[in-house]
């Protein structure tokens, strides 16, 4: 089974940075658009941003400027780098990304199990 697993999360202050990190297990063997969405409780899961295999980015309105996404294909990595965070933010991030297994012909969406992100003085 395709897993890809968010890391980086944390406790951080107002003002602080923090990086997430989603890395794709062994059996996937290319990924295309991938994005990372945020939840915080109550709230419905939104897009923070996207990157397209070809490096295409979009933001939401809310961290653009502050957060930069970027991936490393031959990696199989995606990063979200979040500076200036505020407490607005505080939410499990997710990794989101469209794969193709090995032995598979079909591409896929998958979903991380997130990472939570806390942001508090």
């Known amino acids: 089974q395709v897993q890809l697993v968010e890391s980086g999360g944390g406790l951080v202050q107002p003002g602080g940075s923090l990086r997430l990190s989603c890395s794709a297990s062994r059996s996937v063997v290319s990924i295309n658009d991938m994005g990372w969405y945020r939840q915080a409780p109550g709230n419905q899961r939104e897009l923070v941003a996207r990157?397209?295999?070809?490096?295409?980015?979009n933001y939401a309105d809310s961290v653009k400027g502050r957060f930069t996404i970027s991936r490393d294909n031959a990696q199989k990595m995606m990063y979200l780098q979040m500076n200036s965070l505020k407490s607005e933010d505080t939410a499990v991030y997710y990794c989101?990304?469209?794969?193709?297994?090995?032995?598979?012909?079909?591409?896929?969406?998958?979903w991380g199990q997130g990472t939570q992100v806390t942001v508090s003085s």
């Open positions: 989101n990304a469209d794969v193709l297994e090995y032995l598979s012909t079909a591409w896929r969406n998958y």
């Open positions: 990157i397209t295999r070809g490096g295409y980015t």
